[in-house]
T-cell receptor, first 113, second 110 residues
Framework: GAGVSQSPSNKVTEKGKDVELRCDPISGHTALYWYRQRLGQGLEFLIY????????KSGLPSDRFSAERTGESVSTLTIQRTQQEDSAVYLC???????????FGPGTRLTVT | GQQLNQSPQSMFIQEGEDVSMNCTSS?????WLWYKQDPGEGPVLLIALYKAGELTSNGRLTAQFGITRKDSFLNISASIPSDVGIYFC??????????FGSGTKLNVKP
């Protein structure tokens, strides 16, 4: 079946602009996760959803970052007033339920100029 | 917060050699996952472990869930060039998020 998809695959934006990154999880997966990966680094947890609720937002770096999920399906990660340090690959993963094995999408590479 | 220590950070091995890497935690987990990430792609799940002491194989890969539930090991036998990549471990508990190790970068010389 279809895996996790993310769009866009690449995004170049100017400092100060807002961006929206989209994640479509595997159909039927109730849990959805967002991670950030800087070049050559590990995975930095941002937020996860169980259904449409976010029990853990502890990884969001600042109030410029927000995320929502609707219909227990698609999720959008929004970064407002982007800064150069926001440049990274943003990865989304989904699982049948939280705490179960996660499957990752290909990521969105964000470059802030 | 919980931290996972993954080692080694990087490895340079000859094709055909066996590889071993591990992950340790200060906290107990009831699930361990191992992923491989190729450049420019998302991590791919290799093996999932759900029971303390469990030993699971996937082709040339074998992973073990430590009996203390605070560690896990991944072994790759008879390495080949396409094993090159970064391997991540992750520990988690039911209805909660996963914690990821910092990765082991594997280089294989033909």
């Amino acid at each position: 079946g279809a895996g996790v998809s993310q769009s866009p695959s690449n995004k170049v934006t100017e400092k100060g602009k807002d961006v929206e990154l989209r994640c479509d999880p595997i159909s039927g997966h109730t849990a959805l996760y967002w991670y950030r990966q800087r070049l050559g680094q590990g995975l930095e947890f941002l937020i996860y959803f169980q259904g449409n609720s976010a029990p853990d937002k502890s990884g969001l770096p600042s109030d410029r970052f927000s995320a929502e999920r609707t219909g227990e399906s698609v999720s959008t990660l929004t970064i407002q007033r982007t800064q150069q340090e926001d440049s990274a690959v943003y990865l989304c993963a989904s699982s049948a339920y939280s705490g179960y094995e996660q499957y990752f999408g290909p990521g969105t590479r964000l470059t802030v100029t | 917060g919980q931290q996972l220590n993954q080692s080694p950070q990087s490895m340079f091995i000859q094709e055909g050699e066996d590889v071993s890497m591990n992950c340790t935690s200060s906290s107990i987990f009831n699930t361990w996952l191992w992923y491989k990430q190729d450049p420019g792609e998302g991590p791919v799940l290799l093996i999932a472990l759900y029971k303390a002491g469990e030993l699971t194989s996937n082709g040339r890969l074998t992973a073990q869930f430590g009996i203390t539930r605070k560690d896990s090991f991944l072994n790759i036998s008879a390495s080949i060039p396409s094993d090159v990549g970064i391997y991540f471990c992750a520990g988690g508990n039911n209805f909660n998020k996963f914690y990821f190790g910092s990765g082991t970068k594997l280089n294989v010389k033909p």
